[in-house]
């Protein structure tokens, strides 16, 4: 599967943004999909999942309230909705995505074995 992100940019603390990934090849609606995101000098973290269905989400704790992530009715498209923005939350975000039959949204990095390019998000104060 491929996948290819968009939306990042630049925000006021406060302000909002929403980051979109789109899959495309081979049935793209049977994986799980989700964002990681890495800040300059730091690893790669994770910041929300999608079950392959959508009916199961998972966030990382410093992104809960603010964040909301969602796909749509096709599957092929993942949104991430990111509100209440601070600037911790400047990063590099990548879309992820991995081949799965199960509800359960799995966090490490290492069981995501398809990612997109990243999209810059800075929040300035």
């Known amino acids: 599967v491929q996948l290819q992100a968009s939306g990042g940019g630049l925000a006021q603390v406060g302000g909002s943004l929403r980051l979109s990934c789109a899959a495309s090849?081979?049935?793209?609606?049977?994986?799980?999909m989700g964002w990681f995101r890495q800040a300059p000098g730091k690893e790669r973290d994770f910041v929300a999942g999608s079950s392959f269905t959508g009916g199961s989400t998972t966030y990382g704790d410093s992104v809960k309230g603010r964040f909301t992530i969602s796909r749509d009715n096709a599957g092929n498209t993942v949104y991430l909705q990111m509100n209440e923005l601070k600037p911790e939350d400047t990063a590099v975000y990548y879309c992820?995505?991995?081949?799965?039959?199960?509800?359960?949204?799995?966090?490490?990095?290492?069981?995501?074995?398809?990612w997109g390019q990243g999209t810059q998000v800075t929040v300035s104060s």
């Open positions: 992820a995505a991995r081949s799965t039959s199960s509800q359960m949204v799995l966090t490490a990095r290492r069981f995501w074995n398809y």
């Open positions: 090849g081979r049935n793209p609606r049977g994986y799980m």
